[in-house]
């Protein structure tokens, strides 16, 4: 399923730049093109994952930190969190930004077996 969604992807984006006039011709992508995306689809599925289980750790009556952890969080698989999306939450809101900092310590000790 992946394979044949990055190669309709891959398909469309070729097919556009024929229409604005790049005469380069239609290629299917190479093995190591479709590796990479099945290593960066990955690393987005763990991503994802990591940050569920980041929100499954907060109480559910802890509705507004959960909602702090999702509007800081990254869409980059890099980091969880964004740093810049932090920094705007502890100006904005202290306490709030140390309660998301210490459920994500907790996080990153129960991840690495510290806990």
Do not use: W
């Amino acid at each position: 399923m992946l394979i044949l969604n990055f190669r309709i992807i891959y398909e469309t984006k070729a097919k556009r730049s024929n229409k604005r006039g790049n005469m380069a011709e239609l290629q299917a992508p190479t093995p190591e093109i479709y590796a990479r995306e099945a290593r960066y689809m990955e690393a987005m599925s763990r991503h994802s994952s990591d940050f569920d289980k980041l929100l499954e750790s907060v109480p559910e009556s802890r509705s507004d930190l959960k909602e702090a952890l999702q509007g800081v969080y990254n869409v980059e698989p890099d980091r969880l969190l964004d740093r810049e999306k932090l920094a705007k939450l502890k100006e904005q809101n202290r306490a709030l930004f140390d309660e998301v900092s210490m459920y994500y310590k907790n996080f990153l000790e129960e991840m690495i077996g510290f806990k």
